[in-house]
């Protein structure tokens, strides 16, 4: 518990910095889309969404499943914040309610908390790096994990990426995704 505490003090506290520079408040990434995607081994299926709250700020969530009775359910705020031209520091607090066959085999799922934190890098006019690292704690399980990712933007409004998971809820596991802005 104390360390998702310290962890949501620490991206309070990022956020209150973004704001106390007002020349920084624009970020270069945009933070409205929906999002498809297939993870790869095991097979999974989800769909994900950012929204805007905030020149710093965004609500997110999403949901993946193997469809077998199972399931990844997240709901929380982010912020983001530009580092430099080209990259944005991110950072979200989310809810989580896990059903897994390995893990939670209830009915209903188990419930708890995430706190990530991440980059998201300009490689060039059209190719998105990023990386992110965060901390799961939900009933009694408390796990770090990890993903990394690139992502292709085809145009102004669509876009397609891999992303690699390390040690989430369905283990390790590749992604591949496609956004669309709005």
Known sequence: MRKTLTAAALMLSCVSAAQANPANTMSN???DY????IGMSPLTYGAGFSKSIHPN???????????ENDWDIALGVGFHAPINNWADLTGELKARNIKNRDRFDETVGKTGME??????????PQLEVGAKIGHVNVH???ETFGSVYGRF???EL???GAEGRINDVYGDQIMLTTRFKY
């Open 140 to 142: 009694r399980i408390e």
């Open 34 to 37: 929906t999002e498809v995607r």
């Open 158 to 160: 669509f876009s397609v």
């Open 115 to 124: 706190v990530n934190l991440g980059v998201r890098q300009w490689l060039g």
């Open 57 to 67: 700020a965004h609500l997110t969530g999403h949901v993946d499943s193997e469809f």
């Open 153 to 155: 933007h085809a145009t």
């Open 29 to 31: 990434f945009s933070y």
